[in-house]
C-alpha cells in the first residue's frame, strides 16, 4: 500500500516534484537573500555537475541516480530563488525608488479608479520617471498615493498622469504587538512608499496612459456596480451582491462582515472556487443550449475558457479565483482531450504557475487557505462522507455537502487560529444553509446583470434577488447571534500551528489507513502541542509590561500584569470598535488579556505620577503644569502626549531621567524639535510614530 501511494504522488503528480523545491528555493531567498553573483555561481556549478554525470556510464548513472535526482531538485530551488529576486522590483535598475531624492520630481499614471477614504482618495500609481535637474529617467515601480479631499483630486481617474512635487515615505507598521504587517503586506504586492498630497503638492499632465485592456475591466466592474446600485440601492443587501459577484468590497459594512466570519461563512463573500464553479457550471449549460456552439466542441471550449477567465480578472485575480481558474481550465482542456489527469498534479501545476507569476502569493492568507481548502476536500471529503450513509436523497446530498465543509475546515482551522484567533463553532451548520441560497444569489446576480436592458422583467426580477440576498444576511446574524457559537481570543504560535497540521495528518492516516504507528505519532504530537501551550500559559503568568502605542492623534498606554490589564489614555481608542479591534485587540489575545481594564494590584498612580513595581512613569500632557522640586526626582521613563507646551531642558531641571517617549498624539514637527533636545542633553528618546510602539518588559 505504501508503495503504491508513493507511485501514485510522484509519479501521477510530477507537478509535485517541482513545486515542493520552487517553493523551498522561494522561501530560501526571502528569508536568506542572497545576491544575484552567487546564485548565478551555484546555477553554473550544479549545471556543470548536470553535464558531467550525462556522461557518465549508464551503469554508474543507475547507481547513482539519487545524486542526479539532489542536483535537479537543487536547480529548481535555484530557479524559486531567481524568480523571487527577480520579482523584488527593488532589484530592477530602473526602480525609482534608486533615483528619488528631495529635489527630484517623479511622474506617475494613476493605475486604478480612486478608492474614496474618510479623509482621503486612495490610489495606486506606477512611477514612469522621475525628473532630476530637469532631465527626465525612465522608471518603473509603483507607490500608494492619498490626495486630500478637494475638487480637484475628485476628478481623476485611471490612466491621469501627475506630477508628485513631494517626498516619498517608507511605509511603516505601527509596531504595535500582534498587529497586523501593513508594511510586510504591501512589500508582497510591490508597495514601498507612499504619500499624501495636497491640492498644491501635484499637477495634472494633459496626456493619458491607459491601457486598453485595464479600461474594459475596470469600466465593466463600474457597470456592474452601477446596474447592482440601480436595482438593489446603496444597502447592505447591494454590497453582498456586489462582493459575490466581482468581488466588490469597498462599501461592506464592516459589522456584517465579522458576522459572516463568526458565522464560518465569510468564504462566501471572498470569490474562491465556490464562485468559480457556479460561473463554469452556468458557462457550460449556456453554451450547450446555444445553436452556434452546439456543434463545434473547440468553440464551446474557447468561450468557456475565456468566460472563465474573464470573471477571474473582474473579481480582481486574486490566488483562489487564479487557483480555481487554472484547476477548471486543465479539467476542461484535458476533458476535450480525453484525458482524466491526477487531481493532485492539476493542484500541484496550478500553485506552480500562480508562484512562478507572483512568488510573494506564497505569504497571502487566501492562497494559503484556498489551497489548504481544496487539498482538505480532495484527502478528506470521501472518507469523512463515508461515516455515515443515508438512503434518504436529500439527506445524503446535505451529508455529502457537510463532509466538503468538514474537510475544507479540518485543513484550514489551525492556519485560521493562528491569523484570526477564532473558530465558527456552528460552520457545519451555517455552511449547509448559506452555500445552497449564496450559490441561489450568485446566479440570480448573473440573470440580473444579464436582463437588466429588459425593462419588463428586471424590476420584478430584482425584489426576488434583493428578497434571497436579505434572506441570506438575516441568516448569518441569526446564526453569529447564537450564544456560544464562536470560540475566541485563541493565540496560538508557528510552532504550534505546524504541530496542529502534524497532529491533523497524523490522525486522519491512522483513521484512513487504520495504521497504529500514525495513532502513536499523533498521540506524541498532541502531548508536544499542550506542552508549549502550557509553558506559553506559565509565561503569561509572570508577564509584566508597560505599552505605549502607536495610534495616529491618540493617546494609548497599557499596564499589564499577568492576564490582566490597566488602561490610560483617550476614551476614543476603546470605544471606537475600529480602533480598537485594530491597534489594542490584537495585543489583548497575544497577551491573553481579559476583556476588560481592572485596577492593578502592583500599580500606584497620582496626577501625572504612575509606579509600576519598581518602574516610576511621568505622563506628561497638555494638562501638565510645571513642578518644581529642590531635589531632582527620579524617573524612569517620560511619556509625553497632547503637544504640551514644554521644553526637554526645563524637564531635565526638575527629574532626572535618561528615557523619553514621543507618543502619536502629538504633531511630527513637535516631536522632531524635542528629539533634537534630547540629542543635545545626551538623553534617549524614542518616537512612537516613526519607530513604532513603545514597550517595556518588566
Known amino acids: 500500500m505504501r508503495n503504491s501511494y508513493h507511485i501514485f504522488i510522484w509519479k501521477k503528480a510530477p507537478f509535485l516534484r517541482i ?21 548565478l555561481f551555484s546555477t553554473i556549478i550544479f549545471a556543470t555537475l548536470l553535464v558531467f554525470f550525462s556522461f557518465l556510464a549508464e551503469a554508474i548513472r543507475f547507481r547513482f541516480r539519487v545524486v542526479q535526482g539532489v542536483l535537479i531538485s537543487l536547480m529548481l530551488v535555484l530557479f524559486g530563488t531567481y524568480i523571487s529576486w527577480q520579482k523584488d522590483v527593488r532589484n530592477d535598475p530602473n526602480w525609482y525608488g534608486k533615483y528619488r531624492s528631495q529635489k527630484s520630481l517623479i511622474v506617475a499614471t494613476i493605475a486604478e479608479p480612486l478608492q474614496e477614504k474618510a479623509k482621503s482618495f486612495k490610489a495606486i500609481a506606477n512611477a514612469s520617471s522621475v525628473i532630476i535637474n530637469k532631465e527626465a529617467r525612465k522608471t518603473t515601480g509603483k507607490f500608494l498615493i492619498y490626495f486630500s479631499k478637494d475638487s480637484s483630486s475628485k476628478k481623476l481617474k485611471y490612466g491621469d498622469r501627475i506630477i508628485v512635487n513631494k517626498v516619498l515615505s517608507p511605509i511603516r507598521n505601527s509596531g504595535n504587538p500582534a498587529s497586523f504587517d501593513y508594511a510586510q503586506y504591501s512589500a508582497f504586492h510591490s508597495l514601498y512608499q507612499q504619500v499624501f498630497l495636497k491640492e498644491n503638492e501635484w499637477i495634472l499632465l494633459p496626456s493619458k496612459n491607459k491601457n486598453a485592456w485595464s479600461s474594459f475591466i475596470f469600466s465593466t ?7 447592482i446600485e440601480k436595482y438593489l440601492g446603496k444597502t447592505n443587501e447591494s454590497s453582498i ?35 468559480m464553479g457556479i460561473i463554469y457550471a452556468v458557462l457550460l449549460w449556456l453554451f450547450t443550449l446555444l445553436p452556434f456552439t452546439k456543434k463545434s466542441k473547440s468553440l464551446r471550449l474557447l468561450l468557456i475558457l475565456a468566460g472563465l477567465w474573464l470573471f477571474a480578472l473582474l473579481t480582481g485575480a486574486s490566488p483562489s479565483v487564479v487557483r480555481a481558474a487554472l484547476m477548471f481550465s486543465f479539467i476542461i482542456i484535458g476533458s476535450a482531450f480525453n484525458k482524466t489527469g491526477s487531481v493532485y498534479n492539476s493542484i500541484a501545476a496550478s500553485a506552480f504557475f500562480i508562484v512562478c507569476f507572483n512568488p510573494f502569493l506564497l505569504w497571502d492568507v487566501g492562497f494559503q487557505l484556498s489551497y489548504l481548502a481544496v487539498t482538505g476536500i480532495v484527502l478528506a471529503q470521501k472518507p469523512i462522507s ?65 436582463i437588466a436592458p429588459l425593462s419588463i422583467v428586471d424590476v420584478y426580477f430584482a425584489k426576488i434577488v434583493y428578497a434571497a ?29 505546524i504541530l496542529l497540521y502534524l497532529m ?10 487504520k495504521n497504529k504507528m500514525a495513532f502513536k505519532y499523533a498521540c506524541i504530537i498532541a502531548i508536544c502541542f499542550f506542552s508549549f501551550k502550557a509553558f506559553d500559559k506559565w509565561q503569561l503568568y509572570h508577564q509584566k509590561k508597560i505599552i505605549v ?26 470605544n471606537d470598535k475600529l480602533l480598537n479591534n485594530y491597534n489594542l485587540k490584537p495585543a489583548q489575545i497575544a497577551f491573553q488579556l481579559k476583556d476588560a481594564p481592572v485596577k492593578l494590584k502592583h500599580l500606584f498612580s497620582k496626577n501625572n505620577f504612575y509606579q509600576f513595581y519598581n518602574s516610576r512613569i511621568l505622563m506628561i500632557d497638555s494638562s501638565f503644569s510645571n513642578y518644581h522640586s529642590d531635589k531632582k526626582i527620579r524617573i524612569n521613563y517620560i511619556v509625553i502626549s497632547k503637544n504640551p507646551k514644554i521644553k526637554i531642558a526645563d524637564i531635565a531641571e526638575t527629574f532626572e531621567c535618561k528615557n523619553y517617549v514621543f507618543d502619536a498624539s502629538n504633531p511630527p514637527w513637535k516631536i522632531e524639535q524635542w528629539k533634537k533636545e534630547c540629542e543635545e542633553l545626551h538623553l534617549h528618546s ?5 519607530q513604532g510602539a513603545f514597550i517595556i518588559n518588566l
Do not use: M
Open 241 to 275: 451582491a456586489k462582493a459575490l459577484l466581482i468581488g466588490y468590497k469597498v462599501d461592506l459594512d464592516k459589522d456584517l462582515v465579522q458576522a459572516y466570519s463568526n458565522a464560518g461563512v465569510v468564504h462566501i463573500i471572498a470569490i474562491s472556487g465556490l464562485h
Open 686 to 690: 524614542h518616537s512612537v510614530p516613526e
Open 19 to 39: 513545486l515542493v523545491p520552487v517553493i523551498a528555493g522561494i522561501i530560501f531567498q526571502f528569508y536568506i537573500q542572497p545576491g544575484i553573483s552567487l546564485l
Open 504 to 513: 491533523i495528518a497524523s490522525f486522519l492516516v491512522a483513521f484512513i489507513k
Open 221 to 227: 466592474r463600474e457597470n456592474v456596480v452601477s446596474i
Open 469 to 497: 440576498i436579505w434572506l441570506l444576511n438575516h441568516i448569518v446574524l441569526w446564526f453569529d447571534a447564537i450564544p456560544y457559537s464562536l470560540w475566541t481570543g485563541i493565540s496560538i504560535s508557528v510552532n504550534e500551528t
Open 549 to 574: 502605542y502607536n495610534i495616529a492623534r491618540h493617546k494609548a498606554v497599557e499596564f499589564i500584569d499577568r492576564n490582566n490589564f490597566f488602561f490610560n489614555g483617550d476614551s476614543d481608542v476603546v
Open 386 to 450: 463515508n461515516w455515515f450513509y443515508f438512503k434518504n436523497k436529500w439527506l445524503r446530498r446535505s451529508w455529502q455537502l457537510a463532509a466538503v465543509s468538514l474537510s475544507a475546515q479540518l485543513f484550514t482551522f489551525p492556519l485560521c487560529l493562528f491569523y484570526f484567533h477564532q473558530l465558527p463553532l456552528l460552520f457545519l451548520f451555517s455552511n449547509l444553509v448559506a452555500i445552497p441560497l449564496a450559490s441561489i444569489v450568485l446566479c440570480g446576480c448573473l440573470i440580473l446583470i444579464l
